[in-house]
């Protein structure tokens, strides 16, 4: 089983990127797949999960109404979406898949993780 994070950056203040997650060796449309952040010296923290089966996501407090997580099951990706970033956005961003995820933001739920993609903010 392998995941993908792809798509970090350096960026601007405000501006946007978009981060993708391609699955190999596993059908994300049978499990939770979630994207966590790290930035030096701070803990592995949550950003935002969606269950592939129905849609159901959910955002951090810290990114919701910036970052939008969404998938496309035929393409086996997942992706996210970040706008009006800020300097705090900064980090490795990871995306994970899980099988039997029940609370999205417990890393330790999720059973794949991809090598992570580096997002830096500029101000």
């Known amino acids: 089983v392998q995941l993908q994070a792809s798509g970090g950056g350096l960026v601007q203040a405000g501006g946007s990127l978009r981060l993708s997650c391609a699955a190999n060796?596993?059908?994300?449309?049978?499990?939770?797949v979630g994207w966590f952040r790290q930035a030096p010296g701070k803990e592995r923290e949550f950003v935002a999960a969606?269950?592939?089966?129905?849609?159901?996501?959910l955002h951090a407090d810290s990114v919701k109404g910036r970052f939008t997580i969404s998938r496309d099951n035929a393409k086996n990706m997942v992706y996210l979406q970040m706008n009006s970033l800020k300097s705090e956005d900064a980090a490795v961003y990871y995306c994970?898949?899980?099988?039997?995820?029940?609370?999205?933001?417990?890393?330790?739920?999720?059973?794949?993780w991809g090598q992570g993609t580096l997002v830096t903010v500029s101000s």
């Open positions: 969606i269950r592939m089966s129905n849609s159901e996501t």
């Open positions: 994970a898949a899980g099988i039997r995820v029940r609370s999205y933001g417990n890393r330790n739920a999720y059973d794949y």
């Open positions: 060796g596993v059908t994300i449309s049978s499990t939770t």
